[in-house]
């Protein structure tokens, strides 16, 4: 069973750890960390705060996710994923809002683990994450317009539909040195690769460009004119915690806390796939959760598990939480030694490396084939999307699990309620050519819970209302709920009313208890209730007279 919290980093040293692994890591870690510095720069720009926000992040984050975590080459630290929420809280609350809000949901995330509840995150259903993934990366691409575009825009509004329509009337503005520059950005980010995968074409994009609007004194918006220096150096301070609000960042704080433990969970799946191995997936929340707890006391946002990071952490040889420490420490290197030139990145080149994000999380491929699924995954992945682009991401994933849940139960209940009796009496003829005409058969089979409940039992009725005794197979209903129980005793004792004799086979242990708790097994008759089909047949030929 897996344990609740064992960090990987421990059994790593166990066996031991030799030096050649150890040259791997390094060079996978040093990779990553420049891969993860534009991204880092980036996202906390688009999120609506300071630079330097998100390399404290990445760094904080991205060390103890890496030293507590259940994946061996998870690496951690501000996603895409975060832009839409993060950028909402800080409108809504400020950024002390969105501090204690990240802090609430790392202990919710801490809680997640402590209840085991990491398996529970794996099964939030694909269109549904699909859905609010896509939309997520619409809304980003929508909000780098204004710089991709270089618009003279004082404010932009915060509504999908507002900021296309500021856009569209502010068009006239648009500053021709920042469209080639997005445009550059994209065309490296994209296409560098064709030269060599060992260093990462935004990283490319951000020094060639950066240093060409220095050389050529270019008129487009930087970090600098926007946001001042970035600091190269840490501080610890409180968020200002108001106990009067704590009821308002309840929600913000469980959006966060669903959202970084679903990402985290699918990046240490893929990462599992990659490198053969088995994530702790408990442990993985907790770490998490831990990380998303400290890492505001020192200015950072949200963080969770990065695909992209951890997949290139993989292809570049990295094996064990090690490659994740580098990979803090060489973004350490680079924030407190070349953080003074940061402040030069053109606002349009990091546009364009956002833009390239975004289309890279939108997973359009697999929008287009679940549109093609059926009815009720195009419906969660349809009003997932939509309510993540013009409402608001938790709304979205509220609604979202909802709306999958009583989907699942509509589906549930007609794909048990279509095995009708004729086709069960056509299966036992075949071993009971004998079994008269007086005696009605019926097979539960499956869950009895609340989804099904109702569309059993009403078909239970109509079968035992023609007969004179009615067999209730449940060999397999491997449980049964309050609804299902309550449900069970209306029809038996509908059909009592009528004199009809019922009973029940196969009944499994952990079901016959609940039966017995509820009364239903006293209502039945404990002589009516047989372990097999065999047995209850030949009490109920008795019952008819042709025993």
């Known amino acids: 069973m897996e344990p609740i919290f064992k960090p990987q980093l421990l059994s790593v040293f166990k066996p031991g750890y030799f030096k050649e692994q150890f040259t791997r890591d390094l060079f996978a870690g040093i990779i990553v960390g420049i891969v993860a510095l534009p991204l880092a720069i980036a996202f906390a720009v688009a999120s609506g705060v300071s630079p330097d926000k998100g390399l404290v992040t990445a760094i904080v984050a991205g060390f103890i996710i890496s030293a507590l975590g259940g994946s061996r080459v998870q690496i951690g630290g501000p996603t895409g994923a975060f832009i839409v929420i993060v950028y909402g809280i800080i409108e809504q609350y400020g950024l ?56 003279e825009l004082a404010e932009v509004p915060s509504s999908f539909l507002g900021k296309w329509a500021a856009y569209a009337s502010n068009i006239g503005t648009t500053n021709l040195y920042a469209v080639g520059i997005t445009v550059t950005t994209i065309l490296i980010a994209v296409y560098f690769k064709r030269i060599t995968t060992k260093v990462p074409g935004s990283f490319v994009a951000i020094i060639a460009i950066t240093a060409a609007v220095a050389v050529f004194d270019l008129p487009v918006t930087t970090i600098e004119t926007v946001f001042g220096d970035i600091p190269s150096t840490f501080t610890l301070a409180a968020p200002n915690f108001d106990l009067s609000n704590i009821g308002g960042y309840i929600g913000p704080a469980l959006t966060i806390a669903l959202l970084g433990g679903i990402e985290s969970l699918l990046s240490a799946v893929v990462a599992d796939g990659m490198v053969g191995g088995q994530h702790r997936s408990n442990t993985e929340l907790i770490a998490q959760g831990v990380a998303n707890i400290v890492t505001p006391f020192f200015g950072g946002i949200p963080a969770t598990g990065a695909i992209a990071r951890t997949a290139t952490n993989v292809r570049s040889g990295g094996r064990t ?84 849940s009583l989907l699942f139960m509509r589906r549930m209940s007609e794909t048990n309620s ?43 009725k109509n079968v035992g209302q023609r007969s004179q005794v009615m067999i209730i197979r449940m060999r ?16 038996v004792q509908s059909l009592q009313g009528r004199g009809i004799e019922v009973l029940l086979s196969g009944v499994r242990p952990e079901v016959a208890v609940e039966l017995r708790r509820s009364g239903l097994e006293a209502l039945v008759g404990e002589g009516n209730v047989h372990p097999s089909f065999d047995l209850a047949l030949a009490h109920a030929k008795g019952l008819v007279g042709q025993g």
């Open 96 to 151: 002390d809002g969105l501090l204690v809000a990240t802090v609430l949901a790392g202990i919710i995330m801490v809680l997640f683990g402590l209840l085991k509840l990491g398996s529970l995150l794996k099964f939030i259903p694909y269109p549904l994450i699909v859905g609010f993934t896509s939309g997520i990366a619409l809304t980003i691409f929508s909000t780098q317009i204004k710089d991709a575009l270089g618009l």
């Open 321 to 404: 939480p090690v490659a994740g420490i580098i990979h803090v420490l060489t973004l350490l290197l680079i924030m407190l030694v070349f953080g003074q030139w940061a402040k030069l990145i053109p606002m349009s080149c990091l546009a364009g490396i956002l833009i390239v994000v975004a289309y890279n999380m939108s997973e359009w491929r697999n929008f287009v084939s679940i549109m093609h699924a059926s009815n009720f995954d195009r419906i969660v992945l349809i009003v997932t999307f939509v309510l993540t682009v013009l409402v608001d991401l938790t709304v979205a994933i509220e609604v979202g699990v909802v709306l999958s």
């Open 418 to 460: 279509a095995l009708s009796e004729r086709q069960v009496d056509a299966d036992l003829l075949e071993l009971h050519p004998d079994i008269p005409k007086s005696i009605g058969i019926y097979e539960i089979s499956g869950p009895f819970f609340f989804a099904s409940a109702k569309a059993y039992c009403e078909v239970i």
């Open 476 to 491: 397999h209903v491997p449980f049964v709920d309050s609804t299902g129980l309550n449900n069970l005793r209306d029809a």
